[in-house]
């Protein structure tokens, strides 16, 4: 079963933290996991007439610094009794730092509430979205009010088999990446597991047009059978990962499937809002190589539709452009 092992959260001293901080704890326990939690201050920049690296430079720098180490330990006080908490406050640009601590430890998980309250609005914000394009591990955004365990997981794969053999295969092991991780999650939460393919038949629209004008039921027949090829991909996917993480208790949870016809950036935001989705789990996956990949455009569409919590999981391979080096 697919766990995490070394999970970072980071917390905003401005916003509250109960809610993801107690997912935190609830998942590294779940997963017999380490755990470091971390909070970020910005580089303070002189004021006019201040000189860089002055005195009071410097003293509002560590002024904000002992705050965010004040509130961080606060915040960690009550759950020390449950778990051993590596706690640490960095300074520098929060989505830099947080790649930097995933690259320096090892972290295969990093967990945060969006840092914007706009998330109801549909926006993410810029740190978010860089993490989401360039941290090495999965992303996992909480919304602050989710505390309580998930009743609705769900996760949206692509079983398209007319992409070129090499991102094939990518994608695939991204599907299986996506699957592991939702089932683990469902089992440990009780929760029901959803799982989405959304598929369109290529020249549908073709068929139908002047040019072609195909009979009705020709249409109907290749539609209907570019039907059947993705509920068999999402079938025989799911199968292939239960029958690989050793079956029964797997099994048990009957996942839902859900081929829906449509833009994956309209069709897997709406099945989420219809389930009453408290997590989706997805890819981030783009067509430009494995190295330097960044999000995908339906991807990042679907990520600023969605209103519940969010993990966003990178391909094998994934290289991030982000290095330790602070030049």
């Known amino acids: 079963m ?3 092992k ?3 959260c980071v917390i905003d001293r401005r916003q509250p933290v109960d ?3 107690q997912r935190a704890v609830s998942l590294a326990e779940n997963n017999q996991a380490t755990l470091s939690v971390v909070s970020i201050v910005p580089q303070m920049t002189a004021g006019i007439g201040m000189p860089e690296g002055g005195p009071i430079s410097a003293e509002l720098q560590q002024a904000e610094i002992s705050a965010a180490r004040e509130k961080l330990q606060s915040a960690i006080r009550s759950f020390q009794s449950r778990i051993a ?10 989505f830099l730092e947080i790649i930097r601590a995933v690259l320096r430890n090892g972290h295969d998980l990093v967990i945060k509430a969006p840092e914007d309250p706009a998330w109801l609005e549909r926006l993410f914000g810029s740190d978010d979205m860089h993490l989401l394009r360039k941290c090495p591990c999965p992303v996992w955004l909480v919304k602050p009010s989710q505390s309580k365990p998930y009743r609705r997981i769900l996760a949206a794969v692509d079983v398209d088999s007319d992409y070129p053999e090499p991102e094939r295969a990518i994608r695939r092991q991204l599907n299986v990446k996506i699957l592991e991780l939702s089932l683990s999650l469902a089992l440990s939460e009780f929760a029901e597991l959803h799982v989405a393919n959304a598929w369109l038949a290529p020249g549908e629209n073709t068929m139908r047009g002047a040019f072609m004008h195909r009979p009705d039921a020709e249409v109907i027949a290749y539609v209907e059978q570019v039907r059947q090829q993705h509920l ?3 079938h025989d996917l799911l199968n292939d990962v239960i029958t690989a993480q050793g ?3 797997l099994r048990f949870l009957d996942p839902k499937k859900h081929v829906i016809k449509g833009l994956a950036r309209q069709e897997i935001p709406a099945l989420s809002k219809d389930l009453g989705a ?6 981030t996956v783009a067509r430009t190589g494995v190295s330097g990949l960044f999000i995908g455009n339906t991807a990042e569409s679907i990520l600023e539709q969605i209103e519940c919590s969010v993990l966003a999981i990178k391909p094998e391979g994934f290289e991030t452009p982000v290095s330790l080096s602070q030049e």
């Open 232 to 234: 068999k991909g999402l």
């Open 6 to 8: 070394n999970i970072l």
């Open 2 to 4: 697919k766990r995490f």
């Open 19 to 21: 809610g993801v901080l």
């Open 85 to 94: 908490i590596d706690a640490e406050v960095l300074e520098g640009t929060a």
């Open 278 to 283: 408290d997590l989706v789990v997805m890819g």
């Open 247 to 249: 079956g029964d208790a």
